[in-house]
C-alpha cells in the first residue's frame, strides 16, 4: 500500500490527514497486511506532528503484520526524526 504524505503536514493538518486515511486502516485482521510505503517526497512544510503521524502509521502497519517504510523524505524531516530520537526505527536511518 502506497500513502502520499502532503505539502503540508504540521500540527494543523495532522488530524485531517488521519481521518482522511481508509477505514479500518488499523485492522489486525490482515487487511492491510504487506508494506505500507509512506511516499514524503512533496512534503514541504513539517514539525513534529508530521512525526507523530509517522510513528502513528507505523503503529498501525506492525499492528496489521506489514513492514513499514519511509520514500523521499527530506533533509529535515531526517533531522527532525534524529534530534526526537526516531530517526533509525522510524525512517531506518542513523
Known amino acids: 500500500m502506497l ?8 500540527q494543523t493538518h495532522a488530524m485531517a490527514f488521519l ?4 477505514a479500518g486502516l488499523n485492522a489486525v485482521n ?3 497486511a504487506g508494506t505500507w510505503v509512506v511516499d514524503a517526497q512533496a512534503t514541504q512544510v513539517i514539525d513534529s506532528a508530521t ?3 509517522l510513528m502513528d502509521l507505523k503503529r ?3 499492528l496489521a503484520g506489514a513492514s513499514f517504510s519511509v520514500q523521499g523524505a527530506s533533509a529535515h524531516l531526517h533531522e527532525l526524526a534524529r534530534v526526537y530520537g526516531v530517526a533509525e526505527w522510524l525512517l531506518g536511518v542513523k
Open 3 to 10: 500513502l502520499q504524505l502532503p505539502v503540508n503536514l504540521t
Open 19 to 22: 481521518r482522511g486515511l481508509p
Open 30 to 32: 490482515g487487511a492491510w
Open 51 to 53: 512525526l507523530a503521524v
Open 60 to 62: 498501525q502497519a506492525l
